[in-house]
């Protein structure tokens, strides 16, 4: 049963982004930009450890510096943090836009009495709630790994 549903994740990721058009680039660049910013993340816990060591062998000259130091990595980690949750918000709006218009030509292909059946508003609604849930999706899914 998981190797069913990886198999469906696999081949669901390139489809989605066949939707991003230019923006696919966006998409890489945010998954970058996070493993970016989680490598500066680690920067603080290094400075905590040295402030440790020297407090243990009673060296207090340097103690500030490696404060600030961890300090500094931490904003920086949040500051590049964001850009790539920028980045992957932009890329998931766009393949949602792009999703919408695919569909809404389909719907305009299909034959009259399809759509007699349903109301358009309930069509519309429909095609926003199912793109508007692939957008939060998969820009929480671009950041998260």
């Not at 993340?41 to 243990?56: G, K, N, Q, S, T």
């Not at 009673?58 to 103690?63: K, N, Q």
């Amino acid at each position: 049963m998981k190797s069913l549903n990886r198999d469906k994740k696999e081949k669901l990721l390139p489809q989605l982004l066949a939707y991003a058009g230019k923006r696919k680039v966006l998409t890489y660049l945010s998954l970058v930009i996070a493993g970016i910013s989680q490598l500066l993340a680690l920067a603080p816990f290094l400075y905590i450890w040295a402030i440790l060591r020297d407090v243990i062998a009673g060296d207090y000259s340097r103690i500030a510096h490696y404060g600030w130091m961890a300090v500094a990595f931490a904003i920086a980690s949040i500051l590049v943090y964001f850009c790539g949750l920028m980045c992957s918000h932009v890329a998931a709006f766009r393949i949602a836009a792009n999703m919408r218009k695919k569909l809404m030509q389909h719907i305009m292909s299909l034959p009259i009495g399809f759509l007699d059946s349903l109301g358009s508003g309930e069509v519309r609604k429909w095609v926003q709630e199912s793109t508007q849930s692939t957008e939060s999706r998969l820009s929480f899914c671009l950041i998260a790994t």
